[in-house]
C-alpha cells in the first residue's frame, strides 16, 4: 500500500509559477506511473500529466502541454509539477496517483491517490 501527500498549492497572478510536489511512502516497488490530476468545483476530474517510474514515458493533457513539466525523484520517492504561464483556467485542486499501468489518462487506473492541493490562480 502506498500513501501520497501533495504540497506546493497556493494562489498566484496569471503568468506566475507553482511547482508542486507529491511525496510517497510505504510499499512504492509497486507503483510503475505516477500521474497528476485536477478537479475544479462541479467538473469532472480531468488528466493533466504522467510519469513512468524510469522517467522515459511522459505524457500531457493538450491544455497544459508546454506550460507543465512533471518529473521524478525516485530517490526520495517524490515527483513533481513545474507550473508556468499559468492561468485562471488553471485554478482547481490538484490531485497526484500512483498506479501499476504506465500511460494512462483515466482516474480508474490509478489506485493510490492523495488529498490534494488547491491551486488558485488569479486574473
Known amino acids: 500500500q502506498v500513501q501520497l501527500v501533495e504540497s506546493g498549492g497556493g494562489l498566484v497572478q496569471a503568468g506566475g509559477s507553482l511547482r508542486l510536489s507529491c511525496a510517497a511512502s510505504?510499499?512504492?516497488?509497486?507503483?510503475?506511473?505516477v500521474a497528476w490530476f485536477r478537479q475544479a468545483p462541479g467538473k469532472e476530474r480531468e488528466f493533466v500529466a504522467t510519469i513512468s517510474r524510469s522517467g522515459v514515458y511522459i505524457d500531457y493533457s493538450d491544455s497544459v502541454k508546454g506550460r507543465f513539466t512533471i518529473s521524478n525523484d525516485n530517490a526520495k520517492n517524490t515527483h513533481y509539477l513545474q507550473m508556468n504561464s499559468l492561468k485562471p483556467e488553471d485554478t482547481a485542486v490538484y490531485f497526484c496517483a500512483a498506479g501499476g499501468v504506465v500511460g494512462s489518462r483515466w482516474t480508474d487506473e490509478y489506485d493510490t491517490w492523495g488529498q490534494g492541493t488547491q491551486v488558485t490562480v488569479s486574473s
Open positions: 510505504g510499499r512504492t516497488f509497486s507503483t510503475y506511473a
